[in-house]
C-alpha cells in the first residue's frame, strides 16, 4: 500500500461522505482494506479531505508571456490553493490553435510534476473569430474543451458551426460572453459609481445580449456551451429561463464577493473583464451558486507583472490571479457566514467542473482517482504579496485574513504539496 490517511475528516459531497476516517490509496486508486502500514502515512487529525479542486478556467500565460506566469509557477499557484487539476486557456502567445502547443503544454506539465494541466483549445485559427481551428486533431492531442477566451467569437456563424462541429467530441465550446461593440474600451461597470468616478463604462447588456445569443444558438444546434465568467443578474435569468443539460456556466470568485463600489479606491488589482458589477448582481450571483443554477466556481486566474498592474486604473491591465486565494476566500465570506454550504461550495470546486468537462476526477469513494485536497479550516492566513507561488501579485483580496489553510495536495496518490513545500 501506497499512502495511509488517517484521523482524517472525509468529506465528499457528491457521495454523501462526512466522517472522520481513514484513507488507503494503492497505485493512485482509493482502496478498501485493513489500517495495516503503508510507505507513507499522514495524521490528518483535525484536518479535512476533499476532493482535489478542479479549476478549468485558468491562465498560465506559457507560451508567450513568462514574465507573467509559467506552467511551473502556476502549476505552483495552483497546488498551493488547493487545485489538483486545472484547465488552461489558450490565448497564449501564439495561441494554442495546433497540436503541437498542446503536446508542449502536457508535456512540460508533467515535467514539472505538480497538479493536472488540461489544454483548452481555440475555436478558432488565430483566435480570430473567422475559422474554425483544427478541432479533431486539438482533441485528439488532449485538449477538453475548446474557447477564444479573451475575445468574443462574435460571427454567429462561426459559434454555430463551432457549436455542432464539437459535439463529435461531446465537449463544450467556453464562451467569452461579451459584445466588444458594447463594451467599447469601457474601464469599469457602467452605472453610477462609473458616472461619479469618470470612467467609461461596460454596460451589463454587453454580456446578457452574447449570453442570449449563445443560449439559443446551443438550442438550435444541440452543442454544449459553457458560458465564461458570468457577472450580470440578467445572465443568470437567461440561464435559468432556458435551462437546459446542454448550457452550464461559471462565476468567479471576486464576482462572487466584490462590487464595483470597490473600485472607489482606483485600485488596478480590481480591474478585470467581466468588470465587477453592482450588489444587486453579488447577491443574485451567490443565489444562483447556492441553488445550483450556477454549477462551477472557476477562478479565472489572470497574473500580470507589475509593470502591467502598477499604473493608473485607465492605464492597467484587465485581470486578477485566484488560484492561491479561491477555496478560502469563500469558505470565509460565505461558508462561515451562512450564504453557502461546505458542500455547495466543495461541488463547485470539484465533482461539478468534472462531470462538465468529461474528467475522470473529483470523488473520495473506493476505486476513485486519488487527488485530494487537505485543509485546515480552522487555520488563519492573511494575503500579501509575499505568499504567493505565482510570479504575479494582482489579487483583489490583498490584506484580507482568510480561513482555510492547505495542508496537503495529493495527485495521483502521490503527495506534491506539504504544508508549504511542493514535492515535484
Not at 174 to 196: A, C, R, Y
Not at 383 to 403: E, I, Q
Amino acid at each position: 500500500m501506497d499512502l495511509k490517511i488517517k484521523n482524517v475528516h472525509l468529506f465528499d459531497p457528491l457521495n454523501k461522505i462526512d466522517e472522520v476516517g481513514t484513507l488507503l490509496i494503492d497505485k493512485g486508486k482509493v482502496i478498501k482494506g485493513s489500517e495495516s502500514s503503508a510507505r507513507q502515512e499522514i495524521d490528518g487529525k483535525g484536518l479535512y479531505l476533499f476532493p482535489g479542486f478542479v479549476d478549468v478556467h485558468s491562465h498560465f500565460r506559457e507560451p508567450g508571456a513568462e514574465d507573467a506566469e509559467t506552467i511551473e509557477t502556476g502549476s505552483k499557484a495552483a497546488v498551493k490553493g488547493g487545485y489538483t487539476s486545472v484547465c488552461v486557456m489558450p490565448n497564449t502567445g501564439p495561441p494554442i490553435d495546433n497540436e503541437g502547443l498542446v503536446r508542449f503544454i502536457k508535456e512540460k506539465s508533467e515535467e514539472v510534476g505538480l497538479c493536472r494541466v488540461f489544454p483548452i483549445g481555440t475555436v478558432t485559427k488565430g483566435r480570430k473569430g473567422k475559422e474554425l481551428s483544427e478541432m479533431a486533431h486539438l482533441y485528439e492531442a488532449g485538449c477538453v474543451a475548446f474557447s477564444d477566451d479573451g475575445d468574443c467569437v462574435m460571427n454567429s456563424s462561426v459559434m454555430r458551426n463551432a457549436l455542432e462541429y464539437s459535439k463529435l467530441f461531446n465537449v463544450p465550446i467556453i464562451d467569452h460572453p461579451e459584445d466588444v461593440f458594447l463594451s467599447n474600451k469601457g474601464q469599469m461597470h457602467e452605472g453610477s459609481v462609473s458616472t461619479e468616478l469618470g470612467f467609461k463604462g461596460i454596460p451589463d447588456i454587453s454580456e446578457s445580449t452574447v449570453v442570449a445569443r449563445d443560449i439559443l444558438l446551443s438550442k438550435f444546434t444541440q452543442g454544449r456551451i459553457h458560458l465564461a465568467h458570468v457577472s450580470t443578474a440578467d445572465s443568470v435569468k437567461l440561464i435559468k429561463d432556458w435551462e437546459t443539460d446542454k448550457v452550464t456556466s461559471e462565476v468567479t470568485p471576486h464576482h462572487l464577493l466584490l462590487s464595483d463600489d470597490e473600485i472607489k479606491d482606483f485600485d488596478p488589482n480590481k480591474k478585470m473583464k467581466p468588470p465587477l458589477r453592482t450588489r444587486y448582481d453579488v447577491e443574485v450571483m451567490q443565489k444562483a451558486v447556492k441553488d445550483g443554477l450556477i454549477e462551477v466556481v472557476a477562478t479565472d486566474h489572470a497574473p500580470h507583472p507589475d509593470y502591467k498592474k502598477e499604473l493608473e486604473f485607465a492605464e492597467a491591465a484587465f485581470g486578477v490571479t485566484g488560484l492561491e486565494t479561491s477555496f478560502a476566500v469563500l469558505y470565509t465570506e460565505l461558508v462561515k457566514k451562512g450564504k453557502l454550504t461546505l458542500g455547495i461550495l466543495i461541488k463547485a470546486l470539484s465533482s461539478s467542473p468534472c462531470n462538465i468537462f468529461n474528467l475522470p476526477l473529483g470523488e473520495v469513494k473506493e476505486g476513485a482517482t486519488a487527488d485530494f485536497t487537505i485543509v485546515d479550516l480552522k487555520g488563519v492566513w492573511e494575503v500579501t504579496t509575499d505568499v504567493f507561488a505565482s510570479k504575479a501579485k494582482n489579487s483583489p483580496f490583498l490584506g484580507r485574513k482568510l480561513k482555510g489553510i492547505v495542508r496537503y495536495c495529493i495527485v495521483d496518490g502521490r503527495t506534491i504539496f506539504k504544508n508549504g513545500d511542493f514535492i515535484s
